[in-house]
Every structure is written in C-alpha cells, then in structure tokens.
C-alpha cells in the first residue's frame, strides 16, 4: 500500500466499553487480509508510564519486550495480533509532556513561549506519526484513553483533528459509544450516542465509523436514526453486542462489516475475504470444551480480574487448546492461613501463585506454595509466586525459619530473595528493575526443557529482586532445582521440582504477557495439561 493509514478511535458515553478490544480486533481483520498492522494506545494520564500504578486503579501492568510497563490494553493488541509492540504503541500524557519540557530546557524551542497548542499536540502527533515511518506498517490503529469530553482528553482530539486535516484521505475516526436498553421503556436509547457524537463534533472531529456498544439487537430504524443524527452514513453504523467472550468479537464484527466499511471509506479496493481459519479453530475449541479444568489464582488483587489480565487470558488460551473450559477461581492470599489452606484449595486441580509487590498477602501465597508442595498439586508460581515458592521451600525443607526477601524484611540473616550487588546504588523507582525480555538457557532433561522443546528462550521480566545464589546448591541437593538460567548473568530464571510425579514449577519471569491466540504459551499448556491429569 503506497501510504499508513491511520486509524483513530475514541470512545463516548462510558469508559469501560471495550475499546480496546474493538481496535484488537479490527486490527485482527486487516491483518487476516494480509496488511501489516499495529495498535497504539493514548492514554490521557499524567503518569509517564502505569507501573507505579496500583493494578486497582488501572488493572495490570503490561510489559513489552524492550521493557517498557505500558497500559492493558497492548496485551490485548498482541493477543490478537500476534505481533510484539514496543514503547512507541504506548503513549501518555505524562510522556508527552516530559519530552516537551525535555526539549524546552535543552532550548529546542528557541526562545518561543511553550504551549499545549502547538508544542503539545505536535509532539502527540510526532508519536503518532512514528508508528507510520519507515513504511513498516500498512495501517496504524491509535486508540485514544478515556472519553469525548473529558478536559484531559481534549490535546489528544486536537490532534487527530489537526491529523485528519493534514492527510485527508489517510486518516479515518471511529467512535465507540453504548446504547442502554431502559427496561421501563421496553427500548434501547439513542440519545447519549448523539450527544456523545455532537461534543466529538463540537471538537471539531466528524466520525466516519460508529461503534455502538449494546446488550440488545440494534434494529435498522434505529441505525438509522443514529446515521441521521449523527451525520454518519448508515452503512457505518456498526452493532457492537455483548458476547460471551471477548475472541468472539472479531468474528461479530466482521459479520457486521467493520474491516469492509473501513477499508472503503479509507478508498482501499479489496475484495479477498480475511482468513480467520485458525483463529475460528481456536474459538471452536473455547465454546465448545465440555469438561471444566479448575484453577486458582491465589493472589492479593482478587476484586478486580483485570489486575491479572495476561495471567487470566493465558489460562483460558491453555484450556481451550486442552479442550477445557477454564473454571478460576481467585483466592485472596491475605486471608489464607496454616490452618484454612487445605479447605481454600481443596478440589482445585491446580495452583498458580501470582506476581505482586509488597508485603500484603505474602504469607498467604507462601503456605498456598507449601501446601500444593506437599499436596503434590500441579504448582506454577509467576515472579514474585516463584519468590514465594523458593522462600517456603528454605524454610520448611532447608529449616531456614527466618528464610526471607530482602523486599520484605531487608534485615533477615537468610535473604533468600534479594537484589543484587550492581542494582543496590540505583535509588529512583523503577530505575532498579530488570525489564523486558531476557535470554534464558534451559537445563537439558529437566522438565522446562521439554516444555519448550528448546534450550534457549526469551522471556518478559519485571522484578527488582532475584534467587540470592547462595542458597542454589542446598536447594538443588534437596530436588528444587534451578532449570534454567541466564546465561550472561546466571541468575536463576526457573525453578523446579525434580521428580516425576510432580509439576511444580517457578518462574522468574512473567510468561503471561508472551501467550497469545494462536500462539499458547507452552508453559501454560502444559501447566493445564498436568492439572487434567
Ligand atoms: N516484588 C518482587 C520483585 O520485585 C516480584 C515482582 C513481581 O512479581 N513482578 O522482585
């Protein structure tokens, strides 16, 4: 395609609607007709990046491969997409505004006053425009954070407006809004979706597709009374219904015609039909999975799933793909004790410790660890779970009883968990974390090896502390074995359990954020595959 086209899409009404979803999902459709695509989010915050955010203010924290701590949404981008983003595909206010003032004391404005029209939108435009370079991609998809109307988001519109002007043809808006049913009325109401459109007007931005989120069937009047109103030809008035799962969605919008509406009005002649045959294969086997595969998460952040969003998706791609409907079950690792463990995780079929910060419901994770030890229950602890399995392991096996993190108890004589020498001077947050992917060498014959079905892998990390290496030796001589490493540093990535009769596995690493639809992570599979068993 000689030119990017870029893809704007806002959202209206109410947050919460499943933008992100919808531009995965349109992404999926142009790439299944053969373009290149990516997915940008804006998010309108003034936090630089969402890692120090907590994960219930803004669900989890999700991780690139050069390391970037990004928004939630791009793990849905590579889920569906089975592309890797980068720092470029996340972008927020907070950025924005820290490379203006970057470039305003290095004097890059040569002594013109500094304001968010221009200097603000052109750089929200630059990162924008970035993505286009080089040509890499046939379409650029930005989804912009919040909704029409906030005052933080108006920059951000400015911009597209600006955008649209400048490249015409190029460019295209969407615009997701909902449509509520009011059972006293007995109808579905139009009217938040034209006021929602006439304030994306009144910023000077027409929308040439809508999205209209709903719980009940749009009828066509109605469509097209949203078309009239909304200035809007009816054609690209697009039904957006709840659906049991978000994979569905890709194939409801293209029944509904989304990918063709938006590759016409971009003025693309395109008659192939995308190739959704493996991704159907996938969603076949998610609707159909008769048998349950129960799971718990145990973990501090149960009252909202999107804290563990990568954790949970990954769950279900490994059940699908073992013919299982995944049965979660979160359990708050604050409330579990010696005494209770055995009733909380009864009839589960397997364990997974997950990742987490802070003191808050360690012990609670630690016993989970011991009990499904000792229980012989299928075990994969993520990040800080594997911390938790290694700390429960030196003080119940290796009679540690004061085994520790350095992050929790910095004082302690057996800091099993702890930083290492090279980070300790780094003070600024999130300076000291090792993120991003990592090389990870696998140890021939042990069961991580034959999981992957490789010796060198590369996995996301985000962490601050590691297995302290002195302790190795006692843990391997009493079968927790570390099997895998890091091959520059050898730190220990992986440990294991080196029996036969037992899948107990910890990882330093977060596999979560590497798993996507048609590319399940093996070690979720597998993990799934031992807890059927
Ligand atoms: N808090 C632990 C550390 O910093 C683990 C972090 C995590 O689970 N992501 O090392």
Redesign the pocket.
């Known amino acids: 395609m000689p030119n990017t086209k870029y893809i704007f899409v806002t959202g209206g009404v109410a947050s919460s609607l499943g933008k992100g979803i919808i531009c995965a999902s349109l992404g999926k459709l142009l790439q299944a007709r053969g373009y290149r695509v990516t997915n940008q989010k804006l998010d309108p915050y003034i936090n630089v990046d969402p890692g120090t955010l907590n994960p219930y203010e803004h669900g989890e924290c999700y991780v690139t491969v050069d390391g970037t701590e990004t928004d939630l949404d791009l793990g849905h981008y590579e889920r569906f997409l089975n592309v890797e983003t980068h720092r470029a595909n996340n972008i927020t206010s907070g950025r924005v505004y820290q490379n203006v003032i970057t470039k305003e004391r290095r004097g890059d404005y040569l002594g013109t006053t500094v304001q968010v029209i221009p200097h603000i939108t052109n750089e929200i435009k630059e990162n924008i425009l970035e993505l286009g370079k080089n040509a890499d991609f046939d379409f650029v998809i930005t989804e912009i954070g919040g909704t029409v109307g906030d005052i933080e988001s108006l920059p951000f519109i400015e911009s597209i407006r600006q955008l649209r002007w400048e490249m015409g043809k190029d460019c295209l808006s969407i615009h997701l809004t909902y449509v509520p049913f009011l059972s006293a009325a007995g109808e579905l109401k139009t009217k938040p979706t034209q006021h929602s459109v006439k304030e994306l007007q009144q910023e000077g931005v027409q929308p040439d597709v809508l999205v209209l989120r709903t719980e009940h069937p749009i009828a066509q009047h109605v469509k097209d009374k949203v078309a009239l109103f909304c200035n809007v030809e009816p054609e690209a008035v697009i039904e957006n219904i709840d659906v049991k799962t978000i994979y569905e969605v890709p194939i409801k919008m293209q029944e509904e015609g989304l990918d063709k509406i938006v590759l016409r009005k971009l003025g693309i002649k395109d008659e192939r039909k995308p190739d959704m045959e493996n991704w159907l294969i996938f969603l076949n086997k998610l609707k159909n999975a008769k048998k349950n595969i129960k799971i718990g998460l145990v973990g501090k952040y149960v009252r909202l799933s999107d804290a563990y969003k990568s954790i949970i998706e990954s769950l279900i791609h490994a059940s699908a793909y073992n013919d299982r409907k995944l049965d979660l079950k979160l359990i708050l690792s604050e409330e579990i004790t010696e005494e209770n463990v055995a009733e909380k995780l009864k009839d589960l079929d397997g364990v997974l410790i997950?990742?987490?910060?802070?003191e808050r419901g360690m012990e609670g994770k630690i016993i989970a660890a011991g009990y499904a030890r000792r229980e012989k229950i299928t075990c994969l602890g993520?990040?800080?779970?594997m911390?938790c399995m290694a700390i429960e392991f030196a003080r119940n096996v290796l009679k540690l009883s004061d085994a520790h993190?350095a992050?929790i108890n910095p004082d302690t004589a057996n800091p099993v968990?702890d930083m290492m020498e090279s980070q300790k001077h780094i003070l600024n947050m999130g300076g000291s974390?090792?993120l991003g992917a990592y090389a990870c060498q696998l140890k021939k014959g042990a069961k991580a090896a034959k999981i992957y079905g490789k010796d060198l892998i590369y996995e996301r990390?985000?962490?601050?502390?590691?297995l302290n290496s002195r302790y190795t030796e006692d843990f391997e001589k009493n079968g927790l074995i570390c099997s895998g490493y890091n091959p520059e540093t050898n730190l220990t990535e992986i440990l294991e359990l080196n029996t036969d009769n037992q899948w107990f596995i910890g990882v330093?690493f977060?596999p979560e954020y590497r798993s996507t639809v048609l590319n399940p992570h093996p070690l979720f599979v597998d993990f799934i595959k031992n807890s059927i068993k």
């Open positions: 997950a990742p987490g910060f802070g993520i990040c800080f779970g911390q993190s992050e968990i974390m090792r990390h985000r962490h601050r502390y590691e330093q977060h």
